[in-house]
């Protein structure tokens, strides 16, 4: 079954400094990888999603780059701030074909706090 | 445009009893999907509905059901709950519509559900 990892279970790091979150996988390759944003007690957002024949995407400070060779995607922050301490979680979506189910597998997450 | 929505946020149960949560999807939306959140699992994946069908079904026991109303909007239900049922029940929402590309997933903000 397909295994997803996300290395860090807690970063810290200074306020205007990179935050680089690591998410690898196994056992299968999938068409495409989200990331998702989550605060305490509260759903997760969706950030960005990015296909396996694109190797970056950008939103504003986000990045996400997908090596399938590697299988692991990195997830950065430029120029962090306090606002942005939650916890990051990678997803894998398999690809659908006609009648097959939408379903999510999440790594554990990593809770990221940016100290002012 | 109104998010996702569940009811109740917070419910608290005595082991044995049954519990049926709710969930209302972005409008529009048909892909409905329901995640369980605890500490020690993390997030993982208990079903999906389309247009009323159960799509997929994750790793859980048949304790676990749900269903979907023509109106999109889904519940799910947990029969004979147990200590270990305690936990964040999630919904999804998507425009998935089952053909080959990706959409993101909209999340509701859980309902806490603690089995005593």
């Known amino acids: 079954s397909q295994k997803i990892e996300q290395n860090s279970e807690a970063l810290n790091i200074q306020e205007g400094k990179t935050a680089t979150l690591t998410c690898n996988y196994t056992?299968?390759?999938?068409?495409?990888l989200q990331w998702y944003r989550q605060d305490p007690g509260r759903g997760p957002v969706f950030l960005l999603l990015?296909?396996?024949?694109?190797k970056e995407k950008r939103k504003e400070r986000l990045k996400v780059t997908f090596d399938t060779t590697l299988k692991q995607s990195l997830f950065h922050i430029t120029a962090s701030q306090p606002a942005d301490s939650a916890t990051y979680l990678c997803?894998?979506?398999?690809?659908?074909?006609?009648?097959?189910?939408?379903?999510?597998?999440f790594g554990s997450g990593t809770q990221l706090t940016v100290l002012p | 445009k109104a998010g996702v929505t569940q009811t109740p946020r917070y419910l608290i149960k005595t082991r044995g009893q049954q519990v049926t949560l709710s969930c209302s999807p972005i409008?529009?939306?048909?892909?409905v999907s329901w995640y369980q959140q605890t500490p020690g699992q993390g997030l993982q994946f208990l079903f999906e509905?389309?247009?009323?069908?159960?799509?997929n079904k994750g790793n859980f026991p048949g304790r676990f059901s749900g269903r979907q109303f023509s109106n999109s909007r889904s519940e799910m239900n947990v029969s004979t709950l147990e200590l270990g049922d305690s936990a964040l029940y999630l919904c999804?929402?998507?425009?998935?519509?089952?053909?080959?590309?990706?959409?993101?997933?909209?999340f509701g903000q859980g309902t806490r559900l603690t089995v005593v």
């Open positions: 999804a929402s998507s425009s998935s519509t089952g053909q080959n590309f990706a959409t993101e997933a909209f």
């Open positions: 997803a894998l979506d398999p690809p659908e074909a006609s009648g097959s189910a939408r379903q999510l597998t």
């Open positions: 056992n299968y390759s999938p068409a495409y």
């Open positions: 409008s529009g939306h048909r892909s």
């Open positions: 509905y389309f247009s009323e069908t159960q799509r």
């Open positions: 990015i296909r396996e024949n694109e």
